[in-house]
């Protein structure tokens, strides 16, 4: 059977279905609610894959305040600060230096304890010593790579004592490790769920017009010209429920950034858009697939299994 005939016999199958009305209700029903039904499982991947990224910003952030302080000599001279800080801001690991005077530390210092306890009135002297504040970043927050940097650094002579929290370190370290292995724990288990429902809602979408499957081999229609519309109409419901879950989850981002000023570090416009963008092409190929698979069941099947 040449192509034209089979482009001829597959028009008149839909055009004969056509002029039965009360089949177009059910067929948009089914399409529509295979849609809505992907769209909201994408949704909850959207929500799930955005607590992740504002997870990894804040563990960021936490771990940006690591670090190690550099307390100098009395003696140190403003051009031994200045040669100090500036080797130290030329490691590759650190995120940032500061220089905090005596009388800063000791105004510090005073606003923790309160005024009842004057230390200057009782010292007669401020009995601090400069000092340089060094922050980490976060690839190499750990008592391990601390050591390395402030190592040399505490060999220096204008150095008089370096101050590691390593058991904060550790502590933090293990905390977010532990909240981080969680995340993608329950990530990668959701992942699979949403797989499995979006491919399980797909497949009933096909299984309702396995009967139209089957005429189509009996007018000799070739198993890629029967697959063909399938795959085009559920990556186009892909698509669109990929757009009604970016709709959806931009509405949710907004709201959660209204409720406090601090979520817009937290969650930025710049990932959503990603995880919107992430979500249209999952929403793709995940159809496409199941598609795919469904088709080639049915393409496979007797009549007499079609009943089954």
């Given amino acids: 059977m040449t192509r034209a005939c089979q482009d001829s016999n597959f028009a008149l199958i839909f055009n004969n279905m056509g002029r039965k009305h009360h089949h177009h209700i ?6 529509a609610t295979a849609t ?7 949704v909850v991947l959207g929500v799930a894959a955005m607590v992740g990224i504002a997870t990894r910003h804040i563990t960021d952030s936490v771990r940006e305040n690591l670090g190690f302080v550099v307390v100098l000599d009395g003696n140190a001279t403003a051009s031994d600060v200045a040669t100090i800080t500036e080797r130290i801001k030329s490691h590759p690991a650190v995120n940032d230096c500061v220089y905090s005077s005596p009388e800063t530390i000791l ?10 306890e004057d230390i200057m009135r009782l010292a007669q002297v401020n009995p601090f010593l400069p000092e340089l ?3 980490i970043r976060p690839s190499h927050a750990c008592a391990d790579s601390i050591a390395l940097i402030a190592g040399p650094i505490g060999l ?8 590691v929290n390593n058991e904060l370190l550790d502590g933090v370290n293990s905390t977010l490790s532990s909240v981080t292995f969680t995340l993608l724990l329950l990530g990668a288990g959701l992942l699979v769920v949403s797989f499995v429902l979006i491919f399980n809602t797909v497949r009933l979408a096909v299984y309702s017009r396995r009967f139209l499957i089957h005429t189509m081999k009996l007018v000799g229609a070739t198993a890629g010209f029967i697959r063909r519309p399938f795959l085009a109409e559920n990556v186009i419901n892909g698509l669109v429920a990929g757009a009604i879950a970016s709709i959806l989850l931009a509405l949710i981002v907004n709201y ?3 409720l406090d000023a601090s979520m817009d570090i937290v969650v930025t416009w710049t990932d959503t858009l990603a995880v919107m963008g992430a979500m249209i092409l999952t929403g793709a190929v995940i159809c496409f697939i199941a598609a795919l698979f469904a088709a080639n069941r049915y393409l496979r099947l007797s009549y007499d299994e079609l009943f089954k």
Avoid: C, H, M, Y
């Fill in 26 to 31: 059910p067929l948009f029903s089914t399409r």
């Fill in 36 to 42: 809505f039904s992907v769209a909201l499982v994408l």
């Fill in 107 to 116: 105004a510090r210092w005073q606003k923790i304890v309160g005024d009842d």
């Fill in 133 to 135: 504040e060094v922050t």
């Fill in 156 to 163: 220096l002579p204008q150095v008089n004592d370096i101050a």
């Fill in 256 to 258: 959660t950034r209204s």
